[in-house]
């Protein structure tokens, strides 16, 4: 079975730095095969005979934190799940601009949102499009003061902490692997 595993808060603002050669080899000492990685944030695909998709997240964070001292919480989807999320196109009739954004945060469990979806920001800035139990999908628009990022935010506080976000250009990135 082809895995991807989404790993939350590694190599952000120069904490908890894994290099993607580290984490490789990591996966490969694990029993893993046919492993890559995709950029700097924690994306790994790799293969597995185990398909008890949580036995393999607990296993795996288990591991890393021995491996790397500190807790990796890993977000686990195969890549057929991954796949399937780009065939949905989610952000289909969405107008891009060099100040729009694409955003899919992945749940680590399913949580019915309390607002109403879609969701707009009073600013009209950030947006929630979807809600699934497994993702949300979103899309924010940067201003000049940097203040639209910390609109982000509204996901953990809606969804909880355990959930890991990628830019939808990462997503086709992966499904091209």
């Given amino acids: 079975?082809?895995?991807?595993?989404?790993?939350?808060?590694?190599?952000?603002?120069?904490?908890?730095?894994?290099?993607?050669?580290?984490l490789r080899?990591?996966?490969?000492?694990?029993?893993?095969?046919?492993?890559?990685?995709?950029?700097?944030?924690?994306?790994?695909?790799?293969?597995?005979?185990?398909?008890?998709?949580?036995?393999?997240?607990?296993?795996?964070?288990?591991?890393?934190?021995?491996?790397?001292?500190?807790?990796?919480p890993v977000l686990l989807r195969t890549m057929d799940n991954i796949k399937a999320l780009f065939a949905s196109d989610p952000f289909k009739g969405i107008k891009v601009t060099n100040e729009t954004r694409l955003y899919v945060s992945f749940l680590s469990e399913p949580k019915k949102p309390s607002m109403k979806i879609p969701y707009e920001s009073e600013n009209g800035l950030f947006k929630i499009l979807r809600v699934t139990p497994e993702e949300v999908c979103c899309m924010l628009t940067l201003t000049q003061d940097g203040?639209?990022?910390?609109?982000?935010?509204?996901?953990?506080?809606?969804?909880?902490?355990?959930?890991?976000?990628?830019?939808?250009n990462t997503i086709k990135k992966l499904v091209l692997l």
């Fill in 1 to 22: 079975m082809k895995y991807v595993a989404l790993l939350r808060a590694i190599n952000v603002g120069g904490n908890h730095i894994v290099r993607m050669e580290e």
């Fill in 25 to 72: 080899r990591a996966f490969k000492v694990a029993g893993y095969s046919n492993i890559s990685t995709l950029l700097a944030t924690g994306n790994v695909i790799f293969e597995s005979s185990n398909e008890d998709i949580e036995e393999l997240t607990d296993s795996l964070e288990i591991f890393l934190r021995k491996r790397f001292g500190f807790e990796i």
């Fill in 147 to 168: 203040d639209s990022t910390k609109l982000m935010n509204i996901v953990e506080k809606e969804f909880g902490k355990r959930v890991t976000t990628r830019n939808w």
